[in-house]
């Protein structure tokens, strides 16, 4: 199932995609975070059923898109340099902030008030960032709360998958410490168009994925590429803390990105930046 939030007739609500993807299924949850905790696979093909047979289903034409989770309970945890041509692209961009001393995961996380919809602005913040970037990379979202995860059990924990476009202002990042400033501004997470339960893809997935900017293709890599492999995160990661329903993971970008260029390509007022995942879909966002 490939499940929505979306604004009609100024109500928000959440849905299930029809088929054709032309329509949705309303369904009777009062928000995404809500759908995560308390829905079984079995109660919402069940509640999806039900609206189909009724005949209740919203044109998606008439509705406005949101972002699958639009207000994340807590900040995203997110991977840095999960590929390898991304980490070689970027200890070459800056050595000092980017390159690994140990062959470990790099975990930060990131701070989201409003995600952007999937067709919404990346907010330029002009005043403050010089050198702005983007990066597209698999959003994994969980259905339950995880902790002492081993990676054989890792599977079961997964609700399902959406695009994440884990925007970065590279001066800001790479004149702190830490990178979360420099992750965190508002409009930087634009998400969606759809949370794709885990059903739908096979695990660990092997997904395709790229980005194009003014339809120049900049990113293309594979899922089955990461460093990190999703199995073993939740296992680290859960060992010594509590994932909670609804946590988001952004598993990391592939070489590509802007800073990656020589000389850099970082995003301007009126870029287009489309973020593309295999059997997810796209998401397409205008810098203002």
């Not at 007739?9 to 009062?30: H, M």
């Not at 949101?66 to 945890?77: E, F, H, K, N």
């Not at 961009?93 to 001393?101: D, G, Q, S």
């Not at 970037?133 to 890792?154: F, P, Q, S």
């Amino acid at each position: 199932m490939k499940l929505v939030t979306y604004r009609f007739e100024n109500t928000q609500r959440v849905g299930v995609l029809t088929q054709d993807e032309t329509a949705i299924l309303p369904l009777d949850y009062s928000d995404m975070n809500t759908l995560i905790e308390t829905a079984s696979p079995a109660d919402l093909r069940s509640a999806a059923s039900a609206a189909e047979r009724a005949g209740v289903q919203v044109p998606l034409a008439e509705v406005e898109l949101l972002a699958p989770i639009p207000r994340p309970r807590q900040d995203i945890l997110c991977l840095g340099m999960n590929y390898k041509d991304h980490a070689d692209e970027a200890a070459q961009y800056n050595a000092e902030a980017f390159t690994k001393e140990k062959p470990v995961a790099v975990y930060f996380s990131k701070r989201v008030s409003q995600a952007v919809a999937p067709e919404g602005d990346i907010e330029r913040h002009a005043d403050l960032v010089e050198r702005l970037d983007y990066e597209v990379e698999l959003g994994v979202i969980l259905g339950k709360a995880a902790r002492n995860v081993k990676a054989e059990e890792a599977g079961d924990y997964i609700f399902g998958y959406t695009v994440l476009n884990d925007v970065s202002a590279r001066d800001v990042q790479t004149s702190h410490k830490q990178w979360y400033f420099g992750k965190s501004l508002d409009g930087f997470t634009p998400m969606g168009p759809c949370i794709v339960t885990a059903d739908e893809i096979a695990f660990p997935p092997a997904l395709d994925i790229s980005s194009t900017v003014n339809g120049e293709p900049r990113q293309h890599s594979n899922t089955r590429l990461f460093l990190t492999s999703i199995p073993a995160l939740l296992e680290e990661l859960t060992a010594g803390m509590t994932l909670l329903p609804g946590t988001i993971i952004a598993t990391g970008t592939p070489a590509g990105v802007g800073m990656g260029f020589d000389p850099p390509k970082f995003l301007q007022s009126g870029d287009v930046v489309e973020c593309t995942i295999q059997g997810i879909g796209t998401i397409r966002n205008t810098v203002r």
